[in-house]
């Protein structure tokens, strides 16, 4: 698979997680504000509709203990949604990065000559390979032997 593939299907799955934890989520939240309503109606048939304190199967103590059981689970499966999701948005994020720089919208190849110097005085010369691609030449010029050779020999004789 490609690279713009593998990128369209991460984004794809992304979006498809975001569509089915926004559903589970508002199911949750509804749940949880019918089971609050549900303890309230318990409670103020106890209290003000003079009904026995087991008319709505359990007692009120009862029903709150599994409301709270119940929101408790739904807060940990919410946990768990969001990292799941997070993970996911994190990686398509990661694949978005550009590998390489771009100028005026065309990629840019790097290449040092020669292969692997760091330090010194380069010279940077660009050279367009089609219209998509640009080649950054990168010529050592003054290495940095040359540069610093001064400074590690005082060093040395202190």
């Known amino acids: 698979m490609s690279e713009v593939q593998n990128n369209f299907e991460m984004r794809r799955f992304e979006f498809k997680l975001q569509k089915r934890y926004t559903i589970l989520s508002i199911l949750f939240l509804l749940l949880g504000i019918i089971l609050f309503l549900w303890v309230v109606m318990v409670y103020s048939g106890i209290l003000f509709w003079d009904y026995d304190h087991n008319w709505a199967v359990l007692n009120l103590e009862e029903w709150v203990i ?3 059981i119940m929101i408790a689970i739904f807060i940990i499966i919410q946990l768990i949604l969001y990292k799941r999701f997070s993970v996911a948005q994190y990686k398509t994020k990661a694949a978005d990065k550009p590998d390489h720089d771009f ?5 840019v190849i790097n290449y040092t000559y020669p292969k692997g110097m760091e330090g ?10 089609d219209e998509k691609t ?7 010029m003054i290495p940095p032997e040359d540069l610093w050779g001064e400074k590690k020999s005082k060093n040395k004789s202190k």
Do not use: C, E, M, P
Request: charged content about 30%.
């Open 103 to 107: 100028i005026d919208d065309k990629r």
């Open 134 to 140: 640009i080649l950054r030449l990168r010529t050592l």
């Open 66 to 68: 599994v409301a709270s």
């Open 120 to 129: 010194g005085i380069f010279s940077k010369t660009y050279l367009n390979i």
